[in-house]
């Protein structure tokens, strides 16, 4: 098996790499090629890989190269994890957003518009060289905004794509530490989009504990900040575990307010985490995954990105939680929207699970961000202006036809975005 890694000089792939060589049993890669435009990050992190390899798993032949030809060429599964931008774009969008008094978060925010933008031209590209260069092969999507570029591919570019989100994964495993059991025995009723999700019921070992755990579970805990917490009338009136991108919505004012007061922005966080791992991956004598990657944030990535690609390669008819498009499993949505929902996969894919319709509390949300992303995968694709603009216009978060012009109009300029 050949696996290629675009993105490859991102800081995550030493995680995706431990996760592979803890599977590799359930995996048989025989070379995996890491792909990237950035030479010099690319040097970095793949020559730190090439060492991890070496001393863990020597039998796999692992290769870096800026090549798309060499890198795509035969590849049985290629996982994207791209930032077209790097994190400077995002700090930028961000502070912009908070600036016009709009939530600037890259994926649920406004700032994630922009991301979609600038992403999903780039991803259709190379869904155009898979073509010629790996038919066959499986296109996992870790690049976010996950759900809209996992939505774009599938319609425009590349139908066997799934795409990826560790929240499922960190909510699940949450579960299992308050009720102290297995990850394994806990079973999710996820329905919704990515960043936009709700359980509606938490079964263990055939057992319904949803209310067990609701009562356990605080709101701040929900919430994933610890300093802003829901209101417990809300928490228990919701009666759902809330994926914990959903305050961006329920705590809206809050959580503006939480972002202006910061000092530092998550993208520039992020850059100090990242020149830090990327100080270690230079050092010649080391090799192993470092702690600091931890900081980095993604927690789980490498264990839901193989845990997928075993459960197709070895035709599993297993369920995880992925995104694709809806075929009908949520009844309060188009087929062709792009959800994230149970899904069973095996050799031929991911088959969404009926999950009939949503509770009128939070059915209207979704269909509002559904309409949005939709519009904005329309926007990517066509170059639209009015679709873009139409796509800021319906974002719950933006709220205002002028704000969406004037943050379409800075994006434009900002990202080159090429709309007409």
Not at 131 to 155: H, M, Q, Y
Not at 202 to 230: C, F, H, M, Q
Not at 387 to 402: D, F, G, I, Q, T
């Amino acid at each position: 098996m050949k696996l290629c890694v675009i993105g490859g000089g991102s800081t995550y792939t030493p995680e995706l790499l431990s996760g592979l060589i803890e599977k590799k049993k359930e995996i048989p890669v025989k070379e995996i090629i890491l792909l990237d435009v950035d030479k010099e990050r690319l040097v970095d992190v793949g020559e730190f890989s090439k060492r991890l390899m070496e001393h863990l798993a020597p039998e796999i032949k692992l290769s870096y190269t800026l090549d798309r030809e060499e890198a795509l060429k035969g590849a049985d599964f290629v996982i994207t994890q791209i930032r077209v931008g790097h994190q400077q774009a995002r700090h930028d969008d961000s502070l912009f957003c908070i600036k016009h008094g709009v939530i600037g978060q890259e994926t649920t925010g406004a700032a994630g518009f922009a991301k979609a933008m600038r992403t999903i031209p780039v991803l259709l590209d190379y869904a155009k060289d898979m073509e010629k260069l790996c038919p066959d092969a499986w296109l996992i999507n870790f690049t976010n905004p996950s759900g809209i570029v996992t939505e774009a591919l599938i319609r425009f570019g590349w139908q066997k794509t799934i795409g990826l989100c560790n929240g499922p994964i960190g909510m699940q495993m949450g579960v299992a530490r308050h009720l102290g059991v297995s990850v394994d025995d806990v079973h999710l009723d996820y329905v919704g989009l990515n960043h936009l999700g709700w359980v509606r019921k938490i079964v263990v070992k055939g057992e319904d504990r949803t209310k067990e755990v609701l009562e356990k579970i605080t709101p701040s805990t929900a919430a994933n900040i610890p300093d802003l917490d829901y209101d417990p009338v809300f928490f228990h009136a919701l009666g759902t575990l809330p994926n914990g991108y959903l305050k961006y919505y329920y705590l809206e004012e809050e959580m503006l307010e939480y972002l202006k007061e910061q000092k530092k922005t998550r993208a520039q966080v992020v850059m100090e985490i990242e020149e830090e791992l990327l100080d270690i991956y230079r050092d010649k004598d080391q090799y192993q995954k470092p702690e600091a990657l931890s900081k980095r944030g993604g927690a789980y990535y490498s264990h839901v990105a193989l845990s997928l690609i075993s459960a197709i390669y070895n035709d599993k008819n297993e369920v995880h939680i992925v995104n694709t498009l809806n075929n009908g499993a949520l009844k309060d949505l188009s087929d062709d929207a792009g959800v994230e929902i149970s899904c069973v996969i095996n050799g031929s894919g991911a088959h969404p699970l009926s999950a009939g319709h949503v509770d009128l509390s939070y059915r209207g949300l979704m269909q509002h961000v559904k309409a949005y992303e939709q519009l904005t995968v329309e926007a990517a694709v066509t170059g639209s202006y009015s679709r873009a603009l139409m796509a800021l216009v319906n974002h719950p978060l933006v709220h205002s036809e002028k704000k969406a012009q004037v943050l379409l109009d800075y994006f434009i300029e900002k990202h080159n975005l090429d709309l007409k």
